[in-house]
């Protein structure tokens, strides 16, 4: 990584801004402006270092496909005169895993806790005493993939019927 001595000296300066309102890190934020200010380029890689990878807009539009989906599957149950033969728990939205789905679990908390999108899977999580931190606990996408290929075979995705939820929903 290479930076401009201007770049160096915005950065040196951040660094030191923070060291004086965050007391609590000032030796970090100290070092991380030494490193740059002395120019210790094999040492600019760990300024970074709690950096995610950047995130695909396959993973993203995946994230959005599965979340649209459960709203779909939610909203059309609630509409159902006859709920018969239809599970409740498999209509909701049960999160990723943090071990294997990390990056699906990221995006999907950000998006339903900071964003404030789709509210009605902010309590999703497999444990009680972790609900809502969108964390299954196992894999899930080996699940929603299917489904969502069936959810997109619908003729109206957001108003779904008895037969159409049960279709997506089949294991």
């Known amino acids: 990584m290479k930076l401009t001595k201007v770049e160096r000296l915005i950065l040196v300066n951040q660094?030191?801004?923070?060291?004086?309102?965050q007391s609590d890190d000032a030796g970090h934020y100290e070092k991380m402006a030494e490193i740059i200010e002395r120019g210790y380029v094999r040492e600019y890689p760990s300024l970074a270092?709690?950096?995610?990878?950047e995130l695909s807009d396959d993973v993203a539009d995946e994230?959005?496909?599965?979340?649209?989906?459960?709203?779909a599957l939610s909203g059309g149950y609630a509409a159902l005169k006859d709920k018969s033969g239809i599970d409740p728990g498999r209509i909701l939205?049960?999160?990723?895993?943090?071990?294997?789905?990390?990056?699906?679990?990221?995006?999907a908390s950000f998006l339903i806790h900071r964003r404030g999108n789709w509210p009605e899977s902010r309590d999703a999580g497999s444990c009680p005493s972790s609900r809502g931190d969108l964390d299954s606990h196992c894999s899930a996408l080996?699940?929603?993939?299917?489904m969502v290929s069936r959810w997109k075979e619908s003729a109206d995705r957001q108003h779904l019927t008895r037969e159409e939820i049960a279709r997506i929903i089949e294991m």
């Open 93 to 107: 939205f049960q999160g990723f895993d943090g071990n294997t789905e990390g990056q699906h679990l990221g995006y």
């Open 15 to 21: 660094f030191r801004i923070l060291a004086k309102l």
């Open 63 to 71: 994230v959005y496909d599965i979340l649209d989906m459960f709203r």
């Open 49 to 53: 270092q709690t950096f995610s990878e």
């Open 142 to 146: 080996w699940r929603y993939r299917p």
